[in-house]
């Protein structure tokens, strides 16, 4: 049998097969470990948030002062209270521009934005007291479609001037690679597909939520379930305009997260509101906010055309990708370069055209999950493989060894592919599923170049 | 509505105290009892985290007024374990790798303790229709399924499947 990566083979190792007790188990069996929520403070204050029911609208007034008469109401929190407003999370990375308001200031650009922020004794009272808040809108066209987002015609719903995230100066994070309409003229068979998903929404059983304590000296300790402590304290501090060490973060046990805890959405407000009425203060989701508010994976749509010869070679792949970030960025910017990075799949095509759109639309922000601006693109391109095999009426493992990336061939982001391995799990999965494949096939190898062995 | 003081027996200690008409069970262990085993995942019943035994039977203590089940014997998390020795269930997903982020753990044990309870010996899909009421996001029913079955034979002597 090959070995497949003889350099990193240690005949030694002795880890797999052997069991090892989870660290984190026997605190799970006896319901000991904590969470953030599993800390009661005898003078804990509870945040509720007022948000907007319009996806686009300028906010003409905002009356708190039917919230403020609610028994228990101990204040409402506007922009004006927060230090810094408008952040971005990435900002900490060299990403901008701070695109992201913490609290609404004169519009709002979804439905469900933060625009007050309630603190009171009870949670009861917070809810009572986010629900007496009056707001006058004028509302605003609003869009909600990718493409129409990109139209000249569009309004423009972003401070920066652009419906889309600008990328070194470019609409879009681009692949160009060879020619590819000089591909498609070449090629005996042209394929174009669209394909499009939905918004996916994490739904941890535990919802987003912190708890912050004041402590001496003004400094404020966060308990949190974010999947993100150091990314959580750093725009924290930032927003509030303090320094880091005024900051302590106390986390890493998190009930779910899948990448829907990776924003910074509970833990400025919580700690303002801390500073403010000096007590313990909580501020964590329903799990209305958690499926409505939350940020979900992004929906995607990806237009995929294929030049094909009548051998079965890919020539050219002209790829045009839009991620739906919503209002704002988050981390929707880097969904989009990871989903460039990971074009056009693991098949080496010497012509490649690629935009790469990360655009604003309307809608809830979406941000990280599981492999983000990755799943979808794959979703697209072994949709489209599997297409095309049938529209052929090749064998589609065979179309795809056909295709396959081996060692030492020249990606479209002009890195030489190494460790390829994809023509060997293909070969086994055949294998595995009794899939028979002919030997010209069965005989390929990563580590062989292309043209020797087929 | 004025609170009302209530006594519950809560993994067989007796416990009294003030609950107001809107203090669920749920809220009653946990921030009046510091019995924090039970999650709020909903607070709606959807998710079975805050899953405890009322008179032996699995409720969703999120729904439970706690002034309405005054005198109730209840069971949770925290009074499986005998010391450090863990009860069958507990065991079983220890050893099964049934846990995964750990927050469904403590009501999935529950449900699986009521089951065996009434039924000492389920079939798998008596397993999955007494889980059914408990949500798992890490997709770790496999292994919680294994692990349930895996108590009930402990529990009438069979050993451990390993």
Same mark, same amino acid.
């Given at each position: 049998m090959t070995e497949y990566f003889p350099d990193e083979h240690r005949p030694r190792f002795t880890v797999i097969g052997t069991p090892v007790q989870r660290s984190d188990a026997l605190g799970h069996v006896t319901g000991r470990t904590e969470f953030f929520e599993d800390r009661t403070f005898p003078d804990l204050a509870h945040i509720k948030i007022h948000r907007s029911v319009h996806h686009h609208a300028l906010l003409d007034d905002v009356d708190r002062s039917e919230a403020l008469r609610v028994p228990g109401v101990l204040r409402v929190i506007t922009h004006a209270d927060v230090p810094a407003n408008w952040y971005g999370v990435l900002r900490l990375i060299g990403?901008? &521009?701070?695109? =992201? &308001?913490v609290l609404a200031e004169d519009? +709002?650009?979804?439905?469900?934005? &933060?625009i007050v922020a309630v603190v009171a004794d009870s949670e009861a009272a917070a809810i009572e007291g986010a629900s007496r808040v009056r707001v006058r809108y004028t509302e605003l066209p609003a869009v909600l479609d990718v493409e129409e987002a990109l139209s000249p015609d569009a309004p423009i719903i972003k401070r920066a001037g652009t419906n889309y995230f600008v990328f070194e100066g470019h609409h879009a994070r681009r692949i160009r690679f060879g020619d590819v309409e000089e591909g498609f003229a070449r090629a005996d068979h042209v394929f174009e597909w669209r394909y499009s998903s939905a918004p996916i929404e994490h739904a941890p059983t535990e919802t987003t939520g912190c708890i912050v304590v004041p402590q001496d000296r003004g400094r404020l300790l966060i308990h949190s379930n974010t999947q993100a402590a150091f990314f959580t304290l750093d725009n924290t501090a930032l927003i509030l305009d303090r320094p880091p060490t005024d900051l302590q973060v106390k986390g890493g046990t998190v009930g779910g997260g899948f990448g829907g805890k990776?924003?910074?959405? +509970? =833990?400025p407000l919580a700690c303002i509101a801390a500073t403010i009425t000096g007590r313990p203060v909580k501020f964590v989701y329903s799990r209305e906010e958690e499926m409505q508010v939350s940020s979900p994976r992004a929906a995607e749509r990806i237009y995929l055309k294929d030049g094909v010869l009548a051998d079965g070679r890919i020539i050219a792949r002209k790829i045009m990708l839009y991620v739906d970030a919503g209002a704002y960025a988050r981390h929707s910017p880097y969904g989009a370069t990871k989903a460039a990075a990971h074009l056009p799949g693991p098949y080496t095509i010497p012509n490649v055209y690629a935009d790469c759109h990360c655009v604003y639309t309307n809608r809830t922000p979406s941000s990280a999950m599981r492999g983000f601006g990755v799943t979808i693109a794959d979703f697209a391109i072994e949709s489209q493989m599997d297409r095309i095999a049938r529209a052929l009426g090749l064998d589609p493992l065979q179309f795809r060894l056909r295709n396959a990336y081996r060692d030492g061939d020249l990606k479209a982001h002009r890195k030489v592919a190494s460790g390829t391995a994809l023509i060997e799990v293909i070969q086994r999965a055949a294998a595995l599923v009794g899939h028979e494949l002919p030997e010209e096939y069965r005989a390929m190898s990563s580590s062989t170049p292309r043209g020797a062995g087929g | 509505m004025s609170a009302k003081i209530t006594t519950i027996r809560v993994n067989g200690a007796e416990r009294t105290f003030l609950a107001r008409p809107e203090t669920t069970l749920l809220l009653a262990l946990r921030e009046?009892?510091?019995?924090?085993?039970?999650?709020?995942? /909903?607070?709606?019943?959807? /998710?079975?985290? *805050?899953t405890v035994l009322l008179d032996g039977a699995p409720v969703?203590? *999120?729904?439970?007024?706690?002034a309405t089940v005054d005198g109730a014997e209840i069971a949770t998390v925290e009074g499986l374990a005998d010391g450090p020795r863990l009860s069958d269930v507990q065991q079983a997903f220890l050893d099964g790798f049934a846990?995964? /982020?750990?927050? /469904?753990t403590p009501g999935m044990i529950m449900s699986a303790e009521a089951l065996l309870a009434r039924n000492p010996d389920p079939t798998t899909a008596e397993v999955a229709e007494a889980i059914s009421g408990n949500v798992c996001r890490c997709t770790g029913y496999q292994p919680i399924v294994s692990a349930i079955l895996d108590a009930a034979r402990r529990r009438r002597g069979e050993g451990a499947r390993r």
């Amino acid at each position: 049998m090959t070995e497949y990566f003889p350099d990193e083979h240690r005949p030694r190792f002795t880890v797999i097969g052997t069991p090892v007790q989870r660290s984190d188990a026997l605190g799970h069996v006896t319901g000991r470990t904590e969470f953030f929520e599993d800390r009661t403070f005898p003078d804990l204050a509870h945040i509720k948030i007022h948000r907007s029911v319009h996806h686009h609208a300028l906010l003409d007034d905002v009356d708190r002062s039917e919230a403020l008469r609610v028994p228990g109401v101990l204040r409402v929190i506007t922009h004006a209270d927060v230090p810094a407003n408008w952040y971005g999370v990435l900002r900490l990375i060299g990403i901008g &521009p701070d695109d =992201e &308001p913490v609290l609404a200031e004169d519009r +709002v650009r979804y439905a469900g934005e &933060p625009i007050v922020a309630v603190v009171a004794d009870s949670e009861a009272a917070a809810i009572e007291g986010a629900s007496r808040v009056r707001v006058r809108y004028t509302e605003l066209p609003a869009v909600l479609d990718v493409e129409e987002a990109l139209s000249p015609d569009a309004p423009i719903i972003k401070r920066a001037g652009t419906n889309y995230f600008v990328f070194e100066g470019h609409h879009a994070r681009r692949i160009r690679f060879g020619d590819v309409e000089e591909g498609f003229a070449r090629a005996d068979h042209v394929f174009e597909w669209r394909y499009s998903s939905a918004p996916i929404e994490h739904a941890p059983t535990e919802t987003t939520g912190c708890i912050v304590v004041p402590q001496d000296r003004g400094r404020l300790l966060i308990h949190s379930n974010t999947q993100a402590a150091f990314f959580t304290l750093d725009n924290t501090a930032l927003i509030l305009d303090r320094p880091p060490t005024d900051l302590q973060v106390k986390g890493g046990t998190v009930g779910g997260g899948f990448g829907g805890k990776v924003d910074v959405m +509970v =833990e400025p407000l919580a700690c303002i509101a801390a500073t403010i009425t000096g007590r313990p203060v909580k501020f964590v989701y329903s799990r209305e906010e958690e499926m409505q508010v939350s940020s979900p994976r992004a929906a995607e749509r990806i237009y995929l055309k294929d030049g094909v010869l009548a051998d079965g070679r890919i020539i050219a792949r002209k790829i045009m990708l839009y991620v739906d970030a919503g209002a704002y960025a988050r981390h929707s910017p880097y969904g989009a370069t990871k989903a460039a990075a990971h074009l056009p799949g693991p098949y080496t095509i010497p012509n490649v055209y690629a935009d790469c759109h990360c655009v604003y639309t309307n809608r809830t922000p979406s941000s990280a999950m599981r492999g983000f601006g990755v799943t979808i693109a794959d979703f697209a391109i072994e949709s489209q493989m599997d297409r095309i095999a049938r529209a052929l009426g090749l064998d589609p493992l065979q179309f795809r060894l056909r295709n396959a990336y081996r060692d030492g061939d020249l990606k479209a982001h002009r890195k030489v592919a190494s460790g390829t391995a994809l023509i060997e799990v293909i070969q086994r999965a055949a294998a595995l599923v009794g899939h028979e494949l002919p030997e010209e096939y069965r005989a390929m190898s990563s580590s062989t170049p292309r043209g020797a062995g087929g | 509505m004025s609170a009302k003081i209530t006594t519950i027996r809560v993994n067989g200690a007796e416990r009294t105290f003030l609950a107001r008409p809107e203090t669920t069970l749920l809220l009653a262990l946990r921030e009046q009892l510091g019995l924090t085993g039970a999650k709020r995942g /909903c607070a709606q019943g959807a /998710c079975g985290s *805050c899953t405890v035994l009322l008179d032996g039977a699995p409720v969703v203590s *999120c729904l439970v007024p706690v002034a309405t089940v005054d005198g109730a014997e209840i069971a949770t998390v925290e009074g499986l374990a005998d010391g450090p020795r863990l009860s069958d269930v507990q065991q079983a997903f220890l050893d099964g790798f049934a846990t995964q /982020c750990g927050f /469904c753990t403590p009501g999935m044990i529950m449900s699986a303790e009521a089951l065996l309870a009434r039924n000492p010996d389920p079939t798998t899909a008596e397993v999955a229709e007494a889980i059914s009421g408990n949500v798992c996001r890490c997709t770790g029913y496999q292994p919680i399924v294994s692990a349930i079955l895996d108590a009930a034979r402990r529990r009438r002597g069979e050993g451990a499947r390993r």
